[in-house]
């Protein structure tokens, strides 16, 4: 039950409650056609700024979901909640610490059908989120396969992602990992800012997440949604 609001979507815009968008470029990401929009970020995302764009976005019929990166900012009435869990970290408190810590306050109110764990991989070092967790990004292809196993086979995650945050990724490693996994879907996000490397996304990676090109290129952005829709899975 938990995978089924997810398990077909196929592009995803993803709104940073904490960068400013106008009324009308909301209105175009919404009406884009998208499969839905996941709110989150890496830093500098609070209960108020949650709410804000929250109540913004519901004026729309697009599915939406959190990326709950910080307890104070989970925010009731979402469609669907995602607890991000760091997998190339050593550092336990984003792997399960953080976790637990708001699950001691809020578990017992938590929707859980509505609540899924997310994997992450973060690959690019010099990103906001992989500083802030310090995630080993310097992996090699079987260390980043025994990731994917670990989380698919072993933790039995139901969303995997691999981010790139901030650059365009190996694609063909993507791929690659997308044909490990059994049971997990694979999240790619990174880099995506033409419709081209919307595309290429698409065929290696189950769900394909478009952030920073919304604040940096709109018309870029939206035009990814059609691009996604006409890729096939490799």
């Not at 901030?166 to 063909?172: K, T």
Request: proline share 3%; hydrophobic share 40%.
């Amino acid at each position: 039950m938990q995978a089924e609001i997810y398990s077909t979507w196929r592009h995803l815009f993803k709104l940073d409650p904490d960068r400013s968008l106008t009324d009308e470029a909301l209105d175009a990401v919404c009406l884009s056609g998208t499969d839905g929009i996941i709110v989150g970020g890496s830093s500098g995302v609070t209960y108020d700024n949650t709410v804000e764009l929250l109540s913004r976005i519901r004026r729309y019929e697009v599915p939406c979901a959190l990326e709950v990166s910080d307890e104070e900012a989970a925010v009731p009435g979402f469609d669907h909640y995602f607890i991000p869990m760091v997998l190339n970290t050593s550092r336990v408190e984003w792997v399960i610490g953080r976790q637990v810590q708001a699950l001691r306050k809020f578990g017992a109110f938590i929707p859980w059908q509505e609540t899924s764990a997310q994997g992450y991989l973060m690959l690019n070092g010099e990103s906001t989120a992989a500083k802030v967790s310090e995630a080993d990004t310097e992996l090699s292809v079987e260390e980043v396969e025994a990731y994917l196993y670990m989380a698919d086979r072993l933790m039995h995650l139901p969303v995997v992602y691999m981010e790139y945050s901030g650059m365009f990724g190996d694609l063909p490693l993507v791929a690659r990992m997308r044909r490990r996994l059994q049971g997990a879907r694979l999240f790619y996000g990174g880099g995506i800012d033409t419709p081209g490397k919307a595309r290429q996304a698409a065929e290696a990676a189950h769900t394909v997440i478009v952030g920073n090109a919304v604040y940096e290129s709109l018309e870029q952005a939206l035009q990814t949604v059609g691009a996604v829709r006409c890729a096939e899975l490799l």
